[in-house]
């Protein structure tokens, strides 16, 4: 994988349940060849999986090298921390709802959305302004006030 020409995948594409775990594995892929260019390993989203699987940042990395998507999903199995469909379901929806945490945060946030498309104020999860910046369709969302962060 050379995410200095390719993109990893949505953080929506779901692996073994657990949405941004594809993602994350590309970019793991990416570090041990060389080919992260401008992605980063661990990034703030992917200390939030690492944090809810229970494993570190080396040993994932570690795991990832030789191993294939299904095979991810086996060692995940036997190395983190067991979560009932039910909780990974609600971390799934946190992760796919979070947005920034801070006014420092949503600054950059703004920046890099409105440098992509000005009109799209809609967009206010880290979610959809990774999908926005990586050319993927994301479609119009309702603002409430409690997301008009713009």
Known sequence: ????????????????????????????????????????YPCPLDQRLLEFLGVSAE??????????????????????KPHTPEEIESWNDMMLHLGPDSDEKWAFFRQVRDSIDPTRTDITTWADLLDLEEHRPVPLRMLTDSSSHT
């Not at 995410?3 to 970019?27: E, T």
């Not at 090298?65 to 086996?74: C, E, Q």
């Open 1 to 40: 994988m050379d995410l200095r020409v390719d993109y990893p995948r949505s953080m929506r594409d779901r692996l073994g349940g657990y949405v941004h775990l594809a993602r994350m594995i590309d970019k793991c892929r990416a570090k041990l060849a060389g080919t992260l260019g401008e992605y980063r």
């Open 59 to 80: 040993q994932f990395l570690h795991a990832v090298d030789g191993r294939s998507d299904d095979d991810m999903v086996t060692w995940l199995a036997h190395h983190a």
